[in-house]
């Protein structure tokens, strides 16, 4: 059983276009999180979503936008896809914010065209 | 400059070596964690370290937890090719989590 999910996997588009990832955690965890690993490997944290409390890493545009319909989904959409937006992004669940272990989903390969 | 920087950031070994890996950083943390993530998958935990100069052992692999909480080491013993992938660092010097620059290690048979 799948701790973390993500959907799709693979995901490729055009500039200017609007997207989503989904995002579920089995876990019962009460914090998400959505991650983008850049070419370079590097994993930086976009949004964590914890009880109804977005924390929101001010580098990231506002055409980004999490959405999490209850504790176990936090979905990502995406406004007008440019071509720097390419990368691999997770979500990732932990029980709580600060240190605690943090479970990755697959990730989703994103190519914008 | 990133909150963890890890050393180095590239590591190409014979099976057989050892090696180690460094995270740096000059905040205080008070707890570090190693990941490893390998090809098309996520990160996923190796170990916590929470006090300062504490050691952990997981087979092979040695991680260590500077006095300062500050820094961190991971050593590894006779390394495998199995023991391919993207090292990663994190920790939480508030409520906000980060990861190191990563090391990416290969070994190669």
């Known amino acids: 059983d799948t701790a973390v999910s993500q959907t799709p996997k693979y995901l490729v588009t055009q500039m200017g276009n609007d997207k989503s990832i989904k995002c579920e955690q089995n876990?019962?965890?009460?914090?998400m999180y959505w991650y983008k690993q850049d070419s370079k490997k590097f994993l930086k944290i976009m949004f964590s979503?914890?009880?109804?409390?977005?924390?929101i890493n001010e580098t990231v545009p506002n055409r980004f936008s999490p959405k999490s319909p209850d504790k176990a989904h936090l979905n990502l959409h995406i406004n007008s896809l440019e071509l720097g937006d390419s990368a691999v992004y997770f979500c990732?669940?932990?029980?709580?914010?600060?240190?605690?272990?943090?479970?990755f989903g697959p990730g989703t390969r994103l190519t914008v065209l | 400059t990133q909150l963890l920087e890890q050393s180095p950031q590239f590591l190409s070994i014979q099976e057989g070596e050892n090696l180690t890996v460094y995270c740096n950083s000059s905040?205080?943390?008070?707890?570090l964690q190693w990941y490893r993530q390998e090809p098309g998958e996520g990160p996923v935990l190796l170990v916590t370290?929470?006090?300062?100069?504490e050691v952990k052992k997981l087979k092979r692999l040695t991680f260590q937890f500077g006095d300062a909480r500050k820094d961190s080491s991971l050593h590894i013993t006779a390394a495998q090719p199995g023991d391919t992938g993207l090292y990663l660092c994190?920790?939480?010097?508030?409520?906000?989590?980060?990861f190191g620059t990563g090391t990416s290690l290969t070994v190669i048979p």
């Open positions: 905040s205080v943390f008070s707890s």
């Open positions: 876990l019962g965890h009460d914090t």
């Open positions: 990732a669940s932990s029980q709580d914010t600060g240190g605690d272990t943090q479970y």
């Open positions: 994190a920790g939480a010097p508030g409520n906000q989590f980060y």
């Open positions: 370290v929470v006090t300062g100069g």
């Open positions: 979503y914890n009880n109804k409390e977005l924390i």
